[in-house]
């Protein structure tokens, strides 16, 4: 295990830094509404141990934690085949659902993107592709699924908007300003449900077209750890709705 420190983050290394040879770096938002990225981050990783943890002073951390199988206060990459890691972002500096409860967000977090994408080109990453999710309200609504490229500015479906919450946007955005190929894929959910598997089902069929595998043991058992602490986070996420279960009584 190596300590390295990098402008405003810290890696630890789990496995030696030359084992880290991926190109195509896929990112994904652990605790984002719904946890499809999670699950699917889960099925694309698969058995693969992380190769390295990023700290930084700019990340959040809980001041409890549970032992003696702790939650990390890290972000983690891991290289699942010779091309293509993942990297899973765990915590950002707290944001507050209000829109105008974030004066200090940009000036906390761009320093450690700023540092965590010079690092990335450090170590030889050339592209990033940041899967996100988008919510839809009406669940007569067909799961899809947009692509839009940073690089040559176009968008699949053509014509189409995404509403995009940070990190989703900045990083990639980052990433195409110094350089780097950048695409942000975004599926859209049903709201009301807790878990929305007709996208993650489109999600895993647009991964395996570009060729990354993906372990269904492994997404399953992220998906059971979920789901047993599913009345806790449905109990925690009413705090951020504006009027809680609609009439229906639909997951918001």
């Known amino acids: 295990m190596t300590f390295e420190t990098y402008e405003e983050i810290d890696i630890v290394w789990n496995k ?11 990112v994904i938002v652990q605790g984002e509404v719904g946890f499809v990225p999670f699950i699917l981050g889960a099925g694309i990783a698969g058995k693969n141990k992380n190769n390295c943890e990023i700290l930084s002073k700019h990340m959040s951390v809980d001041v409890f ?71 839809i309200s009406d669940a007569t609504e067909e799961a899809k699924l947009f692509v839009h490229d940073l690089t040559t500015k176009m968008t699949t479906p053509a014509d189409s908007s995404m509403f995009l919450n940070l990190p989703a946007w900045s990083l990639p955005y980052l990433w195409s300003k110094m350089g780097g190929r950048a695409v942000i894929t975004a599926a859209t959910q049903d709201e009301g449900q807790f878990i929305d598997k007709d996208s993650l089902e489109l999600l895993r069929l647009y991964v395996t077209a570009l060729g990354v595998g993906y372990e269904v043991e492994f997404a399953d058992m992220a998906e ?29």
Request: proline share 8%.
């Open 224 to 252: 059971e750890t979920i789901r047993k602490v599913q009345n806790q986070i449905e109990m925690y996420e009413k705090g951020f709705s504006f009027g809680g279960d609609d009439e229906e009584g639909e997951w918001v």
């Open 65 to 135: 934690n549970k032992y003696p199988d702790p939650v990390p206060p890290t972000w983690h990459i891991t290289q699942f085949d010779d091309k293509n890691a993942i990297l899973v972002i765990t915590s950002l500096f707290p944001m507050v659902m209000s829109p105008d409860s974030n004066p200090d967000i940009w000036y906390k977090s761009y320093p450690m993107f700023k540092s965590i994408c010079r690092w990335l080109d450090s170590v030889g990453f050339k592209s990033m592709n940041f899967i996100t999710m988008n919510n």
């Open 16 to 26: 030696p830094r030359s084992h880290l040879t991926a190109r195509n770096l896929y």
